[in-house]
């Protein structure tokens, strides 16, 4: 027999209220607000399915339109984002910074789109190896350019500044900084977006998962009465709780908070004595903080003591990439002092019991310290 929750009286046991196409465009631009997005010069597009889905979408059609593009790739997202590119018949040139897990110069990017180019493609923040690639100053160039760019920003929003105007096409994840679900993207299009993705006859199916322009057609141009496809409304209300949070502490102190967890987390490190990984503190990411340990020191052993001596996960870099590289996570909710200083003691406790000696107390202090002032 089905019953009514006494918490939420409109969910009935077993079932989940239906989520309207009123709430749905509301949803959208809600999404979009949280990077500054107008709706009268940017669209927001709630993509179904985790965001590589609409990640996806718009490299494939970015990619059918046969422009050059010029792709720099510092993670296995930057390299993919490529190959679809390339699969759909775009001329794709990729860079990637001197040293793997970096970010990428400002000066290689410039020099390389001085050769000519129609769009620019890369990853905002990389929460694989904690870094941060210059956004302004590519996207700014670009635009000087007649540079169309798309960027990936499902690790940034909400843990680095970034705003609707920082480029053309961006897509969105709710699932890191802003603590929401994994199931539902978004991207904001400018109109030189929609100009990048749409210029040349479409070589899609007239109704494709994968496909940005049939979501504007049958959801903005169709006026918006009846959504499409079949979101699940199990992410729609997360999503729409999660929005709800960020709403009530506001978009930049979210950002604020987590810019404030990876300082206070990377003057720790220093305190202690560990190197972070980024040695430019403006290429360090708010999600995570990574360190890079010792050649000696064994990295698997360390998050192995971090997580049965002192109860906290440390992580790695994926696909056994960057072997010395270890992260303190202060992600969505976790972004705070305490995170920060159980991640900081972990990594000294680890360390230490592998007799790497290091500052416990002044690692400590510091991260206090910055969390003070």
Request: aromatic share 4%; no cysteine; net charge negative.
């Given at each position: 027999m089905s019953s009514t929750s006494s918490t939420n009286p409109g969910w009935v046991w077993g079932q989940v209220p239906a989520y309207t196409a009123t709430a749905y465009a509301r949803l959208a631009q809600r999404f979009g607000a949280v990077i500054g997005a107008d709706p009268a010069t940017t669209d927001t597009l709630l993509v179904p399915g985790e965001a590589i889905v609409a990640l996806e979408a718009v490299a494939r059609e970015a990619g059918a339109t046969g422009a050059r593009v010029l792709n720099v790739a510092t993670s296995q997202y930057g390299r993919l984002f490529g190959e679809w590119m390339q699969e759909e018949g775009a001329d794709v040139t990729t860079i990637a910074p001197p040293v793997a897990g970096t970010a990428v110069?400002?000066?290689?990017?410039?020099?390389?789109?001085?050769?000519?180019?129609?769009?620019?493609?890369?990853?905002?923040?990389?929460?694989?190896?904690?870094?941060?690639?210059?956004?302004?100053?590519?996207?700014?160039?670009?635009?000087?350019?007649?540079?169309?760019?798309?960027?990936?920003?499902?690790?940034?929003?909400?843990?680095?500044?970034?705003?609707?105007?920082?480029?053309?096409?961006?897509?969105?994840?709710?699932?890191?900084?802003?603590?929401?679900?994994?199931?539902?993207?978004?991207?904001?299009?400018?109109?030189?977006?929609?100009?990048?993705?749409?210029?040349?006859?479409?070589r899609l199916a007239s109704l494709s998962s994968v496909s940005l322009l049939d979501i504007r057609r049958d959801w903005l141009d169709a006026g918006q009465v009846a959504i499409p496809g079949t979101p699940a409304p199990h992410e729609l209300w997360a999503l729409d709780a999660a929005l709800t949070a960020v709403e009530a502490e506001g978009p930049d102190a979210v950002v604020a908070r987590h810019r404030l967890a990876?300082?206070?987390?990377?003057?720790?490190?220093?305190?202690?004595?560990?190197?972070?990984?980024?040695?430019?503190?403006?290429?360090?990411?708010?999600?995570?903080?990574?360190?890079?340990?010792?050649e000696a020191v064994d990295r698997d052993a360390v998050v192995a003591l971090a997580r049965e001596r002192f109860g906290v996960e440390l992580t790695v870099a994926p696909g056994g990439a960057a072997p010395q590289l270890v992260k303190i996570r202060h992600t969505g909710r976790t972004a705070s002092f305490e995170t920060v200083v159980a991640g900081l003691g972990a990594l000294a406790g680890a360390l230490s019991a592998l007799g790497h000696p290091v500052d416990t107390g002044a690692g400590l202090a510091a991260a206090t310290e910055v969390y003070t002032a």
């Open positions: 110069s400002l000066a290689q990017v410039v020099e390389e789109l001085e050769t000519g180019y129609d769009v620019i493609s890369f990853v905002h923040g990389e929460a694989a190896t904690g870094i941060v690639n210059p956004i302004a100053g590519i996207a700014g160039h670009a635009r000087r350019l007649g540079v169309v760019s798309i960027v990936d920003a499902v690790a940034s929003v909400g843990g680095e500044p970034l705003t609707a105007s920082s480029a053309d096409v961006i897509v969105l994840g709710p699932q890191k900084a802003l603590a929401g679900p994994a199931g539902i993207a978004a991207v904001t299009v400018s109109e030189a977006g929609w100009k990048a993705l749409a210029r040349t006859p479409r990876a300082a206070a987390s990377r003057a720790g490190l220093l305190g202690l004595g560990v190197r972070p990984w980024a040695d430019d503190p403006a290429q360090a990411s708010g999600l995570v903080t990574a360190a890079r340990l010792p």
